[in-house]
């Protein structure tokens, strides 16, 4: 049986190149579990493994997207049975292993999770990896102490992915947020998401020689990393902390170590999405069920299909996609 799928290629030289190809169903990776594929979605990973490479695909031709939700075609798994519906994030699908840029995918038992109840397969997918990551970093900020009256939290990227779905978690739990954005034009928007403040990135896009700023910021959930990191260190309250998600804006961080760690006690929280264990993924699911306003997550969903793909992955490597893209495979 064949089936379509966005298929990334180094025919003989060092470009990538991506092509919707039909794959048979044996061409597929080991797994105990086969899914139907019914929606993904286009993550800054994706869109580098679908362009520059940056070593995150070992082997070609490989298959991207870094997650999915489906229906249960097979199962070798005594927990999945035909037709349950389940959602796959992290594990390294779509970089060491085929993932969801296709109509059936294979993987492990363990990588999959129930769907949660009150989510469908294509608002899971609105969530996607992004939206978990989100949620992860709200719980590592509440198991760290941050809750509603603390002061404002200061949320990086607030236009992305990641970003968008982190202002409407924090909004919906009674927090005051500031959203930061290079992008002008993406003000209103966060604002619908629920955030009371505009940050412009220019405002914290330049470092400075005080080794102190004002207290400002309760909490932050950082979804950009790079040099701006630095400053914002420097205003995080007494005792506050950071969560930090991804390296879009790179990995350079400047700043004085006595300051914020020593001095005023942030703690900074490094989330990883790939890796958790299965209750930490659960607990965040069952969460984003109840605490992420759904009318929030329709307007962060730009549609998508299979074959536009290739021209999302450049755009979101350029900051150019809002919210979240929502790929129906089968459209």
């Not at 597929?28 to 990973?45: F, M």
């Not at 959602?87 to 769907?115: C, F, H, N, S």
């Not at 969903?301 to 979101?316: C, K």
Request: charged letters at 20%; a negative charge.
């Amino acid at each position: 049986m064949t089936f379509n799928a966005l298929v990334v290629d180094k025919p003989g030289t060092d470009r990538i190149h991506a092509s919707i190809r039909q794959i048979d169903e044996s061409q597929l990776p080991d797994g105990d579990v086969t899914v139907a594929v019914e929606y993904t979605t286009v993550n800054y990973k994706d869109g580098i493994c679908m362009g520059p490479g940056m070593g995150l695909v070992q082997s070609y031709p490989h298959v991207p997207g870094i997650d999915f939700a489906g229906t249960v075609e097979s199962s070798e798994d005594p927990r999945y049975r035909p037709g349950d519906k389940v959602v796959l994030t992290g594990w390294r699908v779509g970089e060491i292993r085929w993932g969801g840029y296709a109509q059936k995918a294979r993987v492990k038992a363990d990588m999959l999770v129930p769907l949660p109840e009150g989510l469908t397969t294509r608002t899971a997918m609105a969530i996607g990896t992004a939206g978990l990551s989100a949620m992860l970093a709200v719980l590592a900020l509440e198991d760290h102490g941050l809750k509603p009256g603390d002061g404002p939290v200061l949320v990086t990227g607030a236009a992305g992915g990641v970003g968008s779905v982190a202002v409407a978690i924090l909004a919906r739990l009674g927090h005051e947020v500031a959203g930061v954005t290079g992008r002008p034009e993406q003000a209103d928007y966060i604002r619908t998401l629920g955030a009371t403040r505009i940050v412009p990135r220019a405002e914290l896009g330049h470092a400075t020689e005080d080794l102190f700023e004002a207290e400002t910021w309760a909490g932050c959930i950082d979804a950009v990393a790079g040099s701006m990191i630095g400053r914002v260190l420097k205003q995080m309250k007494y005792g506050s902390s950071v969560a930090s998600i991804g390296f879009a804006g790179g990995a350079l961080m400047e700043g004085a170590v006595i300051t914020p760690f020593i001095v005023r006690a942030v703690n900074l929280l490094g989330i990883d999405s790939v890796m958790q264990p299965f209750e930490n993924r659960q607990r965040a699911w069952q969460r984003l069920g109840t605490d992420l306003p759904m009318q929030h997550l329709e307007a962060m969903i730009q549609p998508a299909g299979l074959g536009d793909l290739p021209a999302l992955g450049g755009a979101i490597l350029q900051g150019k996609v809002r919210g979240r893209v929502v790929v129906d495979v089968n459209a």
